[in-house]
T-cell receptor
Framework: GQSLEQPSEVTAVEGAIVQINCTYQTSGFYGLSWYQQHDGGAPTFLSYNALDGLEETGRFSSFLSRSDSYGYLLLQELQMKDSASYFCAVTPQGYSTLTFGKGTMLLVSP | DTGVSQDPRHKITKRGQNVTFRCDPISEHNRLYWYRQTLGQGPEFLTYFQNEAQLEKSRLLSDRFSAERPKGSFSTLEIQRTEQGDSAMYLC?????????????FGSGTQLSVL
């Protein structure tokens, strides 16, 4: 089976850098994805790591280490609009569907 | 590209009634997914279509739930004999038939309240 663990809440101030961790226990997966969801909104895709290492997309970066069963999403130059829930997700091997973690609520204050 | 649309946005029903939700995916996407989300939780997979074929279904999915995608375009999700535990946001997503389903485009969902 699959189990993904994320902190339930993270707080930070505008302009800061924040890291949201995701640890997982899974028998095998194709890659680690990250989604953002604003309150009342739809989840939106942020990034995907198929291989170990860092993927950078503007202010957001994502990292995966399969040997450590660990990944993270790094948000730089935080803005108020980054306040949202962030979910890590994996596609287990043999499937074509995402399994999501419970999410991390990020609160950005002025 | 008008995005994934879902109808209705909200549905209130009484326990025991049947409800049906509709999802229109992005037109060139042949994969379509249904997820369910409750407050404070991540989306939970329900079922998945590639074109009109239903390829995966969650083992947790009650037989009161059925989904169709008759012509490989829009999809419907029906819940029969609704229970209070069915109250949730029902999300539809679509994607291209490439990769391992990592990049999904979600609709805004249908919020179901069972009284």
């Amino acid at each position: 089976g699959q189990s993904l663990e994320q902190p339930s809440e993270v707080t930070a101030v505008e302009g800061a850098i924040v890291q949201i961790n995701c640890t997982y226990q899974t028998s095998g997966f194709y890659g680690l994805s990250w989604y953002q969801q604003h309150d009342g909104g739809a989840p939106t895709f942020l990034s995907y790591n198929a291989l170990d290492g860092l993927e950078e997309t503007g202010r957001f970066s994502s990292f995966l280490s399969r040997s450590d069963s660990y990944g993270y999403l790094l948000l730089q130059e935080l803005q108020m609009k980054d306040s949202a829930s962030y979910f890590c997700a994996v596609t287990p091997q043999g499937y074509s569907t995402l399994t999501f973690g419970k999410g991390t609520m990020l609160l950005v204050s002025p | 590209d008008t995005g994934v649309s879902q109808d209705p946005r909200h549905k209130i029903t009484k326990r025991g009634q049947n409800v049906t939700f509709r999802c229109d995916p992005i037109s060139e996407h042949n994969r379509l997914y249904w997820y369910r989300q409750t407050l404070g939780q991540g989306p939970e997979f329900l079922t998945y279509f590639q074109n009109e074929a239903q390829l995966e279904k969650s083992r947790l999915l009650s037989d009161r739930f059925s989904a169709e995608r008759p012509k490989g375009s829009f999809s419907t999700l029906e819940i029969q004999r609704t229970e209070q535990g069915d109250s949730a946001m029902y999300l539809c997503a679509s994607s291209l038939a490439e990769g391992f389903g990592e990049k999904l485009f979600f609709g805004s969902g249908t919020q179901l309240s069972v009284l």
